[in-house]
């Protein structure tokens, strides 16, 4: 079985400001994980993905995702925030790719950007 | 090239009614998917379909059912509709990528289903 956990449902930060948000994941083999980002009344947009090649994931809009197996966790982050990034943002595990059976997701974390 | 387009947007039933939510795909996709999202729950998996005429169950299945006839499509019924199906239904592809590293999913723009 898989899990995800996403510390924080709701998460504020000042424009500027670093972001970080938390994801911890269970899974007996290894995993595939996922950060999407969801913005009101839209379905979900992939942020990145973690398939093995390399621990420092990099995605679009300037956030990044490093993998730590031995804390079990792929926390997302960006260096300054901006008004644009305040969104819904859900951390995903699989472990088969992500197609072929589905994502086991988070229950999300909603980003709120302080002006 | 639409992706996946998902049909109806909106739609209001009536306890005991049935309905369909349609789901298609342009990009040639072996992998569908439908989900659940509900406040404070994230995206929980229905059902899914690994290729035309192969389904199985995911994580909610009950009151569901789905059927892949063809590569582009992946309807999801409700045969009798019940207040704690309200809801907004995303339908997920993804394709088989090269050297068996799989794909993240595309997902469609939901159904915000109210069961009353």
């Known amino acids: 079985a898989q899990s995800v956990t996403q510390l924080g449902s709701h998460v504020s930060v000042s424009e500027g400001a670093l972001v970080l948000l938390r994801c911890n994941y269970s899974?007996?083999?290894?995993?595939?994980l996922f950060w999407y980002v969801q913005y009101p009344n839209q379905g979900l947009q992939l942020l990145l993905k973690?398939?093995?090649?390399?621990?420092l994931v990099k995605g679009i809009n300037g956030f990044e995702a490093e993998f730590k197996k031995s804390e079990t966790s792929f926390h997302l982050t960006k260096p300054s925030a901006h008004m644009s990034d305040a969104a819904e943002y859900f951390c995903a595990v699989s472990h088969s790719g992500g197609g072929a059976d589905g994502l086991t997701f988070g229950k999300g974390t909603h980003l709120i950007i302080q002006p | 090239n639409a992706g996946v387009t998902q049909t109806p947007k909106f739609q209001v039933l009536k306890t005991g009614q049935s309905m369909t939510l349609q789901c298609a795909q342009d990009?040639?996709?072996?992998?569908m998917s439908w989900y659940r999202q509900d406040p404070g729950m994230g995206l929980r998996l229905i059902h899914y379909s690994v290729g035309a005429g192969i389904t199985d169950q995911g994580e909610v299945p009950n009151g569901y059912n789905v059927s892949r006839s063809t590569t582009e499509d992946f309807p999801l019924r409700l045969l009798s509709a019940a207040p704690s199906q309200t809801s907004v239904y995303f339908c997920?592809?993804?394709?088989?990528?090269?050297?068996?590293?799989?794909?993240?999913?595309?997902f469609g723009d939901g159904t915000r289903l109210s069961i009353l």
């Open positions: 990009m040639n996709h072996e992998y």
């Open positions: 899974s007996s083999v290894p995993p595939y």
């Open positions: 973690y398939t093995s090649a390399a621990t």
């Open positions: 997920a592809t993804s394709g088989r990528g090269l050297g068996h590293s799989n794909q993240p999913q595309h």
